[in-house]
């Protein structure tokens, strides 16, 4: 019994488990293959959400950064990572969000009432860690950071 019958006329398909058919060159390759093996196609690669956060998680432990549980205990001088997708954000006319800080590292200047001012590449910026709509306009939302640090440091 054939493994795959390529069928460009409509014919039956039979794949093995774990693999997937090649929509350039009608063959055959591993499931998790990038790129097809007979014409160098690249594969659409999917990645559910889920799967993606808990990769970035992996990726931050294996940095050695662990999560700020409480930003008060942060200290001045202290270097903390922020990798985007948390924190005050422009909402959008469409309900999309654009966070308003650039990811990277950032040492700790003042820890205050809202939150702390820290200096990154960009100059001093402040981490609003309070919720609800900003003073400076109603399209601004201030949402708590997540903030990272090296687990050595805590
Ligand atoms: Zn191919």
């Known amino acids: 019994m054939a ?3 390529a069928s460009q006329n409509g014919g039956i398909m039979k794949m093995k488990r774990g693999q997937k058919l090649c929509k350039e060159c009608g063959e055959t390759c591993g499931a998790r293959a990038k ?3 007979h014409c160098g196609a690249p594969f659409e690669v999917r990645t559910d959400p889920a799967v993606r956060m808990k990769r970035l ?3 931050a432990k294996k940095k050695g950064l662990v999560e700020v549980t409480d930003w008060r205990e942060l200290k001045p001088g202290q270097e903390v990572h922020y990798n985007g997708r948390s924190g005050s954000y422009w909402l959008n006319g469409d309900g999309t969000k654009d966070y308003t800080t650039d990811k990277g590292v950032y040492k700790i200047v003042n820890v205050l009432d809202k939150g702390f001012g820290a200096y990154g590449k960009k100059g001093y910026t402040f981490f609003d860690m309070s919720t609800g709509v900003s003073n400076v306009s ?3 939302h201030n949402s708590p950071y997540k903030i990272l640090v090296k687990s050595s440091q805590s």
């Open 35 to 37: 790129v097809c093996k």
């Open 57 to 59: 998680r992996s990726k």
């Open 138 to 140: 109603p399209y601004l």
């Open 3 to 5: 493994d795959v019958v």
